[in-house]
T-cell receptor, first 113, second 112 residues
Framework: EPEVTQTPSHQVTQMGQEVILRCVPISNHLYFYWYRQILGQKVEFLVSFYNNEISEKSEIFDDQFSVERPDGSNFTLKIRSTKLEDSAMYFC???????????FGPGTRLTVT | DQQVKQNSPSLSVQEGRISILNCDYTNSMFDYFLWYKKYPAEGPTFLISISSIKDKNEDGRFTVFLNKSAKHLSLHIVPSQPGDSAVYFCAAYVGGANNLFFGTGTRLTVIP
């Protein structure tokens, strides 16, 4: 069964450093998403991406964040200058149509020290 | 911004009995609701969904009920199995938008 994959599973970085989280969505899916879950809190929407552009973003997704689909398979989330409060699990998701359920990857645990 | 609420952080049920997980929402614009299951160190796994035009959707042991007037939905698992032990998230869409609004989750423990 096809699945969303994410790398790395765990990323440790120092405050102020740039990080890139990578995702490979399910191959015939057209919509891509990033969510995050701070420890003990709910899963929160960051951004959605369709047709090579951002379709929606939340207040969390400020100028420090960017997304890119550099080729036909990868979907990346970049945080330009990480802060301590960026420490969280970051989940990538995809679906083939925005009206269908989203399928999530296993997540990347980002730890900012 | 608590548009989707799961007021029970945990629930314990004996194997073979019914598990009922509850979810309330405040945004009347939500028109599609989903339940996800999450194991530790894994991403949320889609379980079952329901459109706002329905009041019930069933898939094997899982049934979701929607009460639009009460802005309430519930997930019933019958019979409960130890492998069902996980955190269950309720989530909702506004039609035409892409982002899911999640509840805080309910940890279900099924006791053998």
């Amino acid at each position: 069964e096809p699945e969303v994959t994410q790398t790395p599973s765990h990323q440790v970085t120092q405050m102020g450093q740039e990080v890139i989280l990578r995702c490979v969505p399910i191959s015939n899916h057209l919509y891509f998403y990033w969510y995050r879950q701070i420890l003990g809190q709910k899963v929160e929407f960051l951004v959605s991406f369709y047709n090579n552009e951002i379709s929606e973003k939340s207040e969390i997704f400020d100028d420090q964040f960017s997304v890119e689909r550099p080729d036909g398979s990868n979907f990346t989330l970049k945080i330009r200058s990480t802060k301590l409060e960026d420490s969280a699990m970051y989940f990538c998701a995809s679906n083939r149509d925005s009206t269908y359920e989203q399928y999530f990857g296993p997540g990347t645990r980002l730890t900012v020290t | 911004d608590q548009q989707v609420k799961q007021n029970s952080p945990s629930l314990s049920v004996q194997e073979g009995r019914i598990s009922i997980l509850n979810c309330d929402y405040t945004n009347s614009m939500f028109d599609y609701f989903l339940w996800y299951k999450k194991y530790p160190a894994e991403g949320p796994t889609f379980l079952i969904s329901i459109s706002s035009i329905k009041d019930k959707n069933e898939d094997g042991r899982f049934t979701v009920f929607l009460n639009k007037s009460a802005k309430h939905l519930s997930l019933h698992i019958v019979p409960s199995q130890p492998g069902d032990s996980a955190v269950y998230f309720c989530a909702a869409y506004v039609g035409g938008a892409n982002n899911l609004f999640f509840g805080t989750g309910t940890r279900l423990t099924v006791i053998p």
